[in-house]
């Protein structure tokens, strides 16, 4: 077999059905290969954006995405990519072709250092230098890139090895003595985090991606009923615990609801769950959860103290770590301190001034009620993230998908693709922003070439939503640069072969969505909303979660 045969066969091994790629002249034989195998390949429009397909699929699937470039630029094109699912702890393996080995470090035609490129936002890389180590380096990649913490795992293949003769062996049971997650809790960390709980009269559960990836959204929900305990969430743990329960918050941090913010600091302990403490979450971490005990349950033990203070660390997979608590806990009924909560979310409800110019969080709002809260949805970066992270109310997990970590502009039409090609037989929409969504727009094509009817729905305001809103409160309205010359976004989408439509007036935003999950392929709406419209509450850079604005 070739390097590239054993390299399709071991891929197969590992259940790839999907390779979201890009060829190029050093992949020629894993793509001279793939033209007989039984996988399917999503030619992207960018290697970028195979990375964020890739990304997109393994979040909405919760298996391992594949991406693949060539040398070169087509190698360093998936870095920002690859950067994205490190710092959100997404599976996946990017596999990119390199120059033959005799031509390695001589600066040759399209070569690049893309294992030290990486080296900083993979969990582990690998350049194969022999053909009989392929089938070990893809099985080794997998099992790291899905196992502990998730994360990008990248193979670099030089032409000589794809190309190359040997034969396939069977890996068998990996031996890898410098790689052993910790996935069962120990039990007196449990003991030690069941005493505070017990202990605790005014306790929030803070959750975040780790909930998700772990599959604990069950427990999660559990663990809150038995200490009737309210539960607020990251935006990576968003859909983690059910939006319409009533003992939700909502988000916290910057963009977090007022609820949520203060019950976190009035509480007297907060369990987080599958979080790392992000500033974004934390504001002024020296005043974040001032009365409050900590438990940090994290399968990462690096992210135990690493921004805040801990009292009880319990490092393990979320799943099992909720699942060996629960029986030492006991049932608690409603008190003063849920009545507190609830009268804060009577008195500080999400809402905005809905009147004149179509505003963006009627869009979404309305994509939910069409979808009936079921569809999947991504987002870009900006504005349009946080109205939806705040105003679609996510019921189920791997439901949103996002950009979170890394804010990477870009990310959602791409990443749509993934989860439409994971999820053919959901509905899928990019919420998108006027200036996010040009920076992969091209990924439009990919999307009509394989007939995915994947739902852009631009939030257009004429401007760099969120640079212009911190222009805005912090630099007396000074917009600078952040003004957009769109094009016409219709027509654009006519142009690549998708459908388009525009829309300007509230009473037309539902019958044009409903229009859209009906249409066979891609359908691109521009809603020309109210340009100067905020995402509130904020907590301004460097204040406390109890200092927010709106």
Known sequence: MTGAEILVKSLKEEGVDTIFGYPGGVVLPIYDALYDADIRHILV???????HAADGYARASGRTGVCLATSGPGATNLVTGIANAHMDSVPMVAITG????????????????????????TKHNYLVRDVGDIARTIKEAFYIASTGRPGPVLVDIPKDVSAGAGEYEDPGVLNLPGYRPVCSPRDEDLRAAARLILAAERPVIYAGGGVIISGADRELRALAELLCAPVTATLMGIGGFPADHPLYLGMLGMHGTRYANYAVCECDLLIAVGARFDDRVTGKVESFAPEA????????????????????????????????????????????????????????????????????????????????????????????????AQFFPFTRPRS???????????????????????????????????????????????????????????????????????????????????????????????AYGAKGVRVSKAADVADVLIDAVRTSGPVMMDFLVDGEENVIPIVPPGASLEEMIG
């Open 400 to 494: 949103f998908i996002t950009s979170g970590g890394l804010g990477t502009m870009g990310y959602g039409l791409p990443a749509a693709i993934g989860v439409q090609a994971a999820c053919p037989d959901e509905t899928v929409f990019d919420i998108a922003g006027d200036g996010s969504i040009q920076m992969n727009i091209q990924e439009l094509m990919t999307a009509v070439n394989y007939n995915l009817p994947v739902n852009v729905a631009i939030i257009n305001n004429g401007f760099l939503g969120m640079v212009r809103q911190w222009q805005e409160l912090f630099y007396d309205r000074r917009y600078s640069h952040t003004e957009l010359a769109n094009p016409d976004f219709v027509k654009l989408a006519e």
């Open 293 to 388: 005990k900590i438990v940090h349950i994290d399968i990462d033990p690096a992210e135990i103290r690493k921004n805040v203070r801990v009292d009880v660390a319990v490092v393990g997979d979320v799943k099992k770590v909720l699942a060996g608590l629960m029986p030492m806990l006991s049932a608690r009924v409603k008190g003063a301190w849920q009545e507190k909560i609830e009268a804060w979310k009577r008195e500080y409800p999400l809402e905005y001034a809905n009147g004149g110019k179509l505003k963006p969080q009627t869009v979404i709002r309305e994509i939910y009620r069409v979808t009936g809260g079921r569809g999947r949805i991504t987002t870009e970066v900006g504005q349009n993230q946080m109205w939806t």
């Open 98 to 121: 390199q120059v033959v080995t005799k031509l390695l470090g001589r600066d040759s035609f399209q070569e690049a250092d893309i294992t030290g490129i990486t080296l900083p936002i």
């Open 45 to 51: 429009r960018h290697e970028q954006g195979a990375a």
